[in-house]
Antibody, heavy 124, light 106 residues
């Protein structure tokens, strides 16, 4: 059974850093890209970032670029989201998700499995 | 950036009703569109991808149509378990979501 479990969410002060983890099981983690999304309280879904197989290419949403960094450890089946210089507007539930991708020059991916999410609250 | 406009933002319906949700994209997506269902406190659940392909295990009462810039999700006969929020997501260029449609009990 495919499972994704996020962890690391907590209350943190503005300007501080936090690292989230997404631990995968039930599939060969190294065969998949991974992505992070977030959802502010009472709001819609927002893509945060995407890391390809082997970590070769990493893409970020403009709202987090330069502050957030995604990495992966295939030996542990974990994807990470390092969040620096946190702002109050980063308060959200953060989800990791597994993509199903079609490669044809470009890459098109939708997401078939999501974790349960971890809450990050940025507040003084 | 591709903008997704989803309508309505909410609707009230009764069990057994046919419900249709619309999603419009600011540029051509071909068929690179997915639909998700989300219940309070839960992760999104994939319903449809490639605009009209039903995800494995999803009941056939859900259907998707459209291509280019206009897409619809239809629930043929609403059941109690279907009251939730529905999101469209384009995956043509990066990923953006519609604002969501909350389907509530009438």
């Amino acid at each position: 059974e495919v499972q994704l479990v996020e962890s690391g969410g907590t209350l943190v002060q503005p300007g501080r850093s936090l690292r989230l983890s997404c631990t995968a099981s039930g599939f060969t983690f190294g065969d998949y890209a991974m992505s992070w999304f977030r959802q502010a309280p009472g709001k819609g879904l927002e893509w945060v970032g995407f890391i390809r197989i082997n970590g070769g290419t990493i893409e970020y949403a403009a709202s987090v670029r330069g502050r957030f960094f995604i990495s992966r450890d295939d030996s542990k089946s974990i994807a990470y989201l390092q969040m620096n210089s946190l702002k109050t507007e980063d308060t959200a539930v953060y989800y990791c998700a597994r993509p199903v991708c079609e490669y044809s020059g470009y890459i098109w991916c939708y997401f078939d499995y999501w974790g349960q999410g971890t809450l990050v609250t940025v507040s003084s | 950036d591709i903008q997704m406009t989803q309508s309505p933002s909410s609707l009230s319906a009764s069990v057994g009703d046919r419900v249709t949700i619309t999603c419009r994209a600011s540029q051509n997506l071909n068929s690179n569109l997915a639909w998700y269902q989300q219940k309070p406190g839960k992760a999104p659940k994939l319903l449809i991808y490639k605009a009209s392909t039903l995800e494995s295990g999803v009941p056939s009462k859900f259907s998707g149509t459209g291509s280019g810039t206009e897409f619809t999700l239809t629930i043929s006969s609403l059941q109690p378990d279907d009251f939730a929020t529905y999101y469209c997501q384009q995956y043509h260029i990066y990923w953006t979501f519609g604002q969501g449609t909350k389907v509530e009990v009438k």
